[in-house]
């Protein structure tokens, strides 16, 4: 039976290890897994989660876009499990952006990613996949990737400046529209 995973926090150890390997993608264990951190995901209102941050250290994160309060102009993306990803390919272009995350609640930054990624990885049937993404899908990748190798978006930002509390984030966004 499926269920919603706690989510780690900043200062748990799996948050900062690098994730291991995946050694038995088609293993039922493993499935159920791929089907709770979606879950996980949905419940949580995330655009993505990697499996360390729900205390497990392993190369498996999703990708799950779509508009909501928090990025308005996020485009439709049905969730994807990503296993085993590599970024093969990025452009010199970077861009800084809003990053956000489950494992930091609270906090929002600018954070500068690259504008377009070329990248390959398995899909849960064990089939490799490669793909381009750039913007908002591109930084959701880079964001994700990030975990699997122990990083957060605060590590990139270029300037604490560039650190904002959700409450004064949400504030700036409603002075947009």
């Not at 293993?27 to 979606?38: C, N, S, Y």
């Not at 490799?128 to 930002?157: M, S």
Request: with cysteine.
């Amino acid at each position: 039976m499926e269920k919603i995973l706690p989510i780690a926090q900043l200062g748990a150890p799996v948050i900062r290890a690098i994730a291991r390997p995946v050694t038995d993608l088609g293993a039922k264990e493993t499935q159920e897994f791929i089907d709770e951190l979606m879950l996980t995901c949905n419940d949580a209102k995330g655009m993505g989660i990697s499996a360390p941050q729900v205390y497990r250290s392993e190369r498996i994160f999703i990708m799950s876009s779509q508009p909501n309060e928090r990025y308005p102009h996020a485009p439709m993306m049905k969730p994807i499990a990503v296993i085993e990803p590599e970024i093969i390919w990025h452009s010199q272009e970077m861009e800084k952006d809003w990053d956000g995350c489950l494992s930091l609640p609270g906090l929002r930054a600018l954070v500068p990613r690259y504008r377009e990624i070329e990248v390959s990885y398995m899909n849960r049937e064990g089939e490799q996949v490669k793909a381009k993404y750039e913007g908002f899908i591109a930084r959701l990748f880079q964001h994700e990737y990030d975990h699997l190798n122990g990083k957060v978006f605060i590590d990139r930002v270029e300037s604490t400046l560039d650190v904002v509390m959700e409450r004064e984030y949400q504030r700036m966004m409603m002075e947009k529209v």
